[in-house]
Protein backbone atom coordinates (compact mmCIF):
# COMPACT_ATOMS: atom_id res chain seq x y z
CA UNK A 1 0.00 0.00 0.00
CA UNK A 2 1.34 3.39 -0.80
CA UNK A 3 1.71 6.04 2.27
CA UNK A 4 0.28 8.62 0.15
CA UNK A 5 -1.69 8.83 -3.11
CA UNK A 6 -4.36 6.69 -3.66
CA UNK A 7 -5.20 3.81 -1.49
CA UNK A 8 -4.32 0.28 -2.79
CA UNK A 9 -5.49 -3.24 -1.68
CA UNK A 10 -3.70 -6.30 -1.54
CA UNK A 11 -5.49 -8.72 -3.47
CA UNK A 12 -3.04 -11.45 -4.77
CA UNK A 13 0.49 -12.52 -3.28
CA UNK A 14 2.56 -15.64 -4.13
CA UNK A 15 5.72 -17.23 -5.02
CA UNK A 16 4.82 -18.65 -8.32
CA UNK A 17 5.33 -17.10 -11.19
CA UNK A 18 3.20 -19.10 -13.34
CA UNK A 19 0.20 -18.65 -10.89
CA UNK A 20 1.07 -14.65 -11.09
CA UNK A 21 0.87 -14.16 -15.35
CA UNK A 22 -2.00 -16.29 -14.73
CA UNK A 23 -3.57 -14.07 -11.94
CA UNK A 24 -2.36 -10.88 -14.12
CA UNK A 25 -4.45 -12.34 -16.98
CA UNK A 26 -7.77 -12.74 -15.04
CA UNK A 27 -7.81 -9.56 -13.94
CA UNK A 28 -7.15 -7.99 -17.53
CA UNK A 29 -9.73 -10.13 -18.93
CA UNK A 30 -12.43 -8.46 -16.30
CA UNK A 31 -11.19 -5.29 -17.25
CA UNK A 32 -9.87 -4.52 -13.81
CA UNK A 33 -6.68 -2.00 -13.26
CA UNK A 34 -3.49 -3.17 -11.33
CA UNK A 35 -0.64 -2.79 -10.14
CA UNK A 36 1.87 -5.62 -10.26
CA UNK A 37 4.76 -5.88 -8.22
CA UNK A 38 7.36 -8.58 -9.35
CA UNK A 39 10.19 -8.25 -6.72
CA UNK A 40 10.05 -8.09 -2.90
CA UNK A 41 12.72 -7.99 -0.68
CA UNK A 42 12.28 -10.35 2.42
CA UNK A 43 13.09 -8.28 5.30
CA UNK A 44 15.86 -8.42 7.72
CA UNK A 45 14.65 -9.52 10.90
CA UNK A 46 15.85 -11.17 14.27
CA UNK A 47 17.66 -9.57 17.10
CA UNK A 48 17.11 -5.92 16.74
CA UNK A 49 16.76 -6.50 13.54
CA UNK A 50 20.11 -7.29 12.14
CA UNK A 51 19.87 -10.60 11.01
CA UNK A 52 18.31 -11.43 7.78
CA UNK A 53 17.23 -14.86 7.20
CA UNK A 54 18.15 -15.54 3.48
CA UNK A 55 21.96 -15.81 4.98
CA UNK A 56 20.94 -19.23 6.80
CA UNK A 57 20.25 -20.61 3.32
CA UNK A 58 22.76 -22.49 1.01
CA UNK A 59 25.72 -22.08 3.05
CA UNK A 60 25.94 -18.37 3.97
CA UNK A 61 24.77 -17.44 0.20
CA UNK A 62 22.31 -14.36 0.16
CA UNK A 63 19.75 -15.90 -1.91
CA UNK A 64 17.28 -13.28 -3.17
CA UNK A 65 13.30 -14.15 -2.46
CA UNK A 66 10.89 -13.67 -5.30
CA UNK A 67 7.69 -12.55 -4.31
CA UNK A 68 4.67 -11.68 -6.38
CA UNK A 69 2.26 -9.05 -5.73
CA UNK A 70 -0.91 -7.47 -7.11
CA UNK A 71 -2.62 -4.57 -6.16
CA UNK A 72 -5.68 -2.96 -6.77
CA UNK A 73 -7.94 0.40 -6.19
CA UNK A 74 -9.98 0.03 -2.90
CA UNK A 75 -13.36 -0.22 -4.80
CA UNK A 76 -11.74 -2.31 -7.38
CA UNK A 77 -11.26 -4.93 -4.20
CA UNK A 78 -14.37 -7.21 -4.23
CA UNK A 79 -14.58 -7.69 -7.94
CA UNK A 80 -11.02 -8.18 -8.29
CA UNK A 81 -11.23 -11.51 -5.53
CA UNK A 82 -14.04 -12.92 -7.22
CA UNK A 83 -12.00 -13.01 -10.51
CA UNK A 84 -9.31 -14.76 -8.98
CA UNK A 85 -11.41 -16.78 -6.72
CA UNK A 86 -11.19 -20.41 -7.35
CA UNK A 87 -8.88 -19.89 -10.99
CA UNK A 88 -5.36 -19.23 -8.86
CA UNK A 89 -3.93 -20.17 -5.55
CA UNK A 90 -5.43 -18.24 -2.83
CA UNK A 91 -3.11 -16.08 -0.62
CA UNK A 92 -3.56 -18.14 2.30
CA UNK A 93 -1.86 -20.84 0.58
CA UNK A 94 1.53 -19.37 1.42
CA UNK A 95 1.20 -18.82 4.59
CA UNK A 96 1.11 -14.49 4.05
CA UNK A 97 -1.16 -12.25 6.46
CA UNK A 98 -3.21 -9.63 5.18
Given at each position: ?????????????????????????????????FDPVE???VPACG????????????????????????????????????????????????????
Open positions: MKLFGKAKEIVYRSKDQEDFEKAKGLLAEAGISYEECGGKVDPRKFMNGGKTVPTRIYRIEVERQDKAAAEAALDGNVQPVRAYGYGI
